[in-house]
């Protein structure tokens, strides 16, 4: 190598060393990409794709969206256990991904106040149509739908406090690619929570593929700049497993 490249590299890896680390945490060089794989012998109600050892799950289609609103929820889900356990405050940013009817939507409307915003994340146009004339009857405005994508939930990058997701992660048809955009869009410090039916009792009476132990999303999220704070148990179904950028 000449003198003269020489130097120019060095000079070069000086300036590059004196740089600020980039503030979202996100590497310079992507990540592997996830490896997804197609089984043809498969859970009837999954995909037949797998990630990380786990069936990814059919998405539970609009038809079905009054289920979403059934009165027994209440004594199934006890919201009103969750929504203190999310520690919401007066004026945050918060997100619901696969927000459906918008049933949890609409409490972390509340919960966050007129001087906070709700982006209520939906793949199904349907599905966010329902949500908008239920969040009009109710005089909620301080929700925002958006029409995401599989692989893209389509937020605004680190401007959440938090995001929620009820019911929804073992649908995600690209769960790495929605991971990664979920983080870029949350705030340093902001939580990313999973809501999930417990894979790890039998008594739990939900299909299979509907369900994640708590081993396998943290497996799943080893590879993220997050970490794992606290995984609640006080539901009567589901755990709450969260996370912090
Ligand atoms: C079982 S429903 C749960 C709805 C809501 N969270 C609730 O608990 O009432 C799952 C929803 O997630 C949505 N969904 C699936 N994959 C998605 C993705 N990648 N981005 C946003 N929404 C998604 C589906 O369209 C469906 O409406």
């Given at each position: ?23 979202d ?61 999310l520690?919401l405050r007066?004026g945050d940013r918060a997100a619901d991904i696969?927000a ?5 939507t609409?409490?972390l409307a509340?919960a966050v106040?007129?001087?906070g915003l709700v982006y209520a994340v ?20 301080n929700v925002r739908?958006v029409?995401g994508?599989?692989?893209?939930p389509r937020l605004p990058a680190a401007g959440l406090d938090l995001i929620l997701m ?12 929605m991971v990664?955009g979920m983080v870029r869009a949350l705030k340093p410090g902001g939580r990313l929570v ?32 997050l ?15 969260i996370f912090q950028k």
């Amino acid at each position: 190598m000449s003198t003269r490249l020489v130097w120019i590299c060095f000079a070069a890896a000086l300036t590059l060393a004196g740089r600020p680390a980039p503030a979202d945490a996100s590497p310079q060089t992507p990540p592997p990409a996830p490896v997804y794989e197609t089984r043809a012998n498969h859970d009837p109600n999954g995909i037949g794709k797998f990630y990380l050892g786990r069936e990814i799950a059919q998405v539970m289609g609009h038809q079905g969206a009054d289920w979403l609103e059934r009165p027994e929820r209440e004594k199934e889900e006890r919201p009103d256990l969750l929504l203190p356990a999310l520690h919401l405050r007066a004026g945050d940013r918060a997100a619901d991904i696969g927000a459906g009817t918008g049933y949890y939507t609409r409490r972390l409307a509340a919960a966050v106040g007129t001087n906070g915003l709700v982006y209520a994340v939906e793949i199904q146009q349907e599905m966010l149509d329902i949500l908008t004339n239920k969040m009009a009857a109710a005089k909620i405005d301080n929700v925002r739908p958006v029409l995401g994508t599989v692989e893209d939930p389509r937020l605004p990058a680190a401007g959440l406090d938090l995001i929620l997701m009820v019911d929804v992660y073992h649908e995600f048809d690209h769960p790495a690619e929605m991971v990664a955009g979920m983080v870029r869009a949350l705030k340093p410090g902001g939580r990313l929570v999973f809501v999930e039916f417990r894979g790890e009792d039998p008594q739990v009476p939900i299909k299979l593929v509907h369900k994640m132990t708590e081993a396998q999303v943290k497996k799943e999220l080893a590879g993220f700049p997050l970490k794992w704070v606290e995984t609640n148990e006080t539901l009567p179904w589901q755990h709450v497993i969260i996370f912090q950028k």
